[in-house]
């Protein structure tokens, strides 16, 4: 298997601009994870899927950020418009879901600079 | 909400001494506690982890022991090793069936040769 997958690696933007941010889960997992890394608040769960549905979007920082998940292979983070203080690393995650198994993979994370 | 209390936040052992990272959480429907490494650059990877109707579990030089009734957990490396130098984050579940977990401020650990 090849892991949890993100794209792009690495995204320089200019304030102002959309960004979006690619997340493809194992497969077979059913929960999918966002997670926002900085070294001020540390690692920061932003949202979360099971089945495709959104559960919880509590740790979304405001109305600049959306997340979907079309299908069971692919998941979207848009940040419209984008700032300065978005800059941080940005990783996906994803575990069977269901009670037990709790596992998370993370992916190898997408590096947001925002100027 | 849960929260996550990790000590000491940097942590610095000579080759071959033993490493403790010490957790405490808050929501006592917490039932499973993974560990996680992440080296500079990479991504967390999962070390080990432990569940609520186990006290200790052991992976080679790595172990997990669980307090429920004081509610705190603690990452144990033995023989450390340059190659253990990273960020440790310990972390719990919010007492869902989801998994949604809150984690630490994250240890660094630094092993001297």
């Known amino acids: 298997d090849a892991g949890v997958i993100q794209s792009p690696r690495h995204e320089v933007t ?11 889960p194992i497969s077979g997992h059913n929960s999918l994870f966002w997670y926002r890394q900085t070294m001020m608040r540390g690692l920061e769960l932003l949202i979360y899927f099971n089945n495709n549905v959104p559960i919880d979007d509590s740790g979304m920082p405001e109305d600049r950020f959306s997340a979907k998940m079309p299908n069971a292979s692919f998941s979207t983070l848009k940040i419209q418009p984008s700032e300065p203080r978005d800059s941080a690393v940005y990783f996906c995650a994803s575990s069977l879901g269901g009670a037990g198994s709790y596992e998370q993979y993370f992916g190898p994370g997408t590096r947001l600079t925002v100027t | 909400g849960e929260n996550v209390e990790q000590h000491p936040s940097t942590l610095s052992v000579q080759e071959g001494d033993s490493a403790v990272i010490k957790c405490t ?25 432990i569940r609520s109707n186990v006290g200790e579990k052991k992976d080679q030089r790595i172990a997990v022991t669980l307090n429920k009734t004081a509610k705190h957990f603690s990452l144990h490396i033995t023989e450390t090793q340059p190659e253990d130098s990273a960020v440790y984050f310990c972390a719990a579940t919010i007492g869902t069936s989801y998994g949604k977990l809150t984690f630490g401020q994250g240890t660094i650990l630094t092993v001297h040769p």
Do not use: H
């Open chain 2, 25 to 49: 959480y808050s929501d006592s429907a917490s039932n499973y506690f993974p560990w996680y490494k992440q080296e500079l650059g990479k991504r967390p990877q999962l070390i080990i982890d």
């Open chain 1, 14 to 24: 200019e304030m102002g601009q959309e960004v979006t941010l690619r997340c493809k």
